[in-house]
C-alpha cells in the first residue's frame, strides 16, 4: 500500500522530480513545493504519514527548527530530512529536532523508497554508511577532520568534476557541450545533477560553494575531452 507524503524543498526541480518518482512507484504524494521559511506549517496543514524535508546546509544552527515544529504539532507525522553527505553534527541535530531519518540527495529512489517504510513503520532511517562515517568522524576528529571540499569532491563523478570547474570558469552551457564534445542536453544534464548533488540551487552558488571549500583547487584544470557512453542523458 502507498504511502500518504509530502516533499518539501528549496529546489523545485528536486522536489518535484522526487515527488514524481514517488508516485509512479505507487504513493499518494500530496505535495512538492519549494517555501523554506513555510515548510512546517504547510507540512502541518496537510498531516502526511511522512514527509521528506530538504535542506542545503545541516550543520547550520536552527535548520531543523521546522523539523520540531511539525514534530510538536504533528507528532504521528514521521520528517525524513533530505540532504547533502552530513557531518555528525548534522546528523544529531536533525534526530535531535524529531526526524525519523536522513536520506542524502543523491540516494536511488529504491533507497529513499526503504527509508520512507522505514519511518512510517516508527524505525530510525538512515543509511549504513552515514552512521559509520558520522562515527568515524566523532571518534576521530583529528585524523578525518571536517573537510567539506572532500566530501564534495567525492560526491561527484569525474565528468561531473569537469563540468563544475568549467561552470566556476562561467562558461555557459555551448561551451560546456563544445569542450566536452557532448551535445548540449547531455551537458546541461550533467549542470544539473552537479546543483542537486552540491545542494544548491544555481550555477552561481555552485561556484561560490566550490571555491570556498578549496574544491576547485583539489579538481585542478580541466582540458577538453571527448564524449562518452556515460554522457548520455539520464533519464
Do not use: W
Not at 536522513?102 to 530510525?124: Q, S
Not at 540551487?201 to 570556498?212: D, H, Q, T, V
Request: charged letters at 20%; a neutral charge; one cysteine or more.
Amino acid at each position: 500500500m502507498g504511502v500518504r507524503l509530502m516533499v518539501v524543498d528549496d529546489h523545485r526541480l528536486l522536489a518535484e522530480a522526487l515527488a514524481s518518482a514517488l508516485k509512479l512507484r505507487g504513493h499518494r504524494v500530496l505535495a512538492a513545493a519549494a517555501p523554506a521559511a513555510g515548510a512546517a506549517e504547510l507540512v502541518i496543514a496537510r498531516a502526511p504519514e511522512v514527509c521528506l524535508l530538504g535542506t542545503a546546509t545541516p550543520a547550520e544552527p536552527g535548520i531543523f527548527d521546522p523539523v520540531a515544529k511539525i514534530k510538536r504539532e504533528r507528532p504521528q507525522v514521521a520528517v525524513l530530512v533530505l540532504g547533502p553527505v552530513p557531518n555528525p553534527r548534522g546528523i544529531a541535530a536533525a534526530f535531535a529536532a524529531g526526524a525519523s531519518g536522513y536520506v542524502r540527495h543523491d540516494e536511488r529512489i529504491e533507497g529513499v523508497e526503504r527509508a520512507i517504510m522505514k519511518a512510517r513503520a516508527g524505525e530510525a532511517a538512515v543509511a549504513p554508511q552515514l552512521l559509520q562515517g558520522a562515527f568515524s568522524e566523532l571518534l576521530n576528529p583529528v585524523a578525518q577532520p571536517d573537510d567539506e571540499g572532500q566530501r564534495l569532491l567525492q560526491m561527484l563523478t569525474p565528468r561531473e568534476v569537469e563540468v563544475l570547474v568549467r561552470v566556476a570558469d562561467g562558461e555557459d552551457t555551448r561551451l560546456i557541450a563544445a569542450g566536452m564534445g557532448i551535445a548540449p542536453s547531455t551537458a546541461r544534464t550533467h549542470v544539473q545533477r552537479v546543483l542537486m548533488k552540491l545542494g544548491v540551487g544555481s550555477r552561481l552558488e555552485a561556484a561560490a560553494l566550490a571555491a570556498r571549500t578549496g574544491l576547485l583547487d583539489r579538481a585542478g584544470p580541466v582540458t577538453a575531452s571527448p564524449g562518452g557512453p556515460e554522457d548520455a542523458p539520464g533519464p
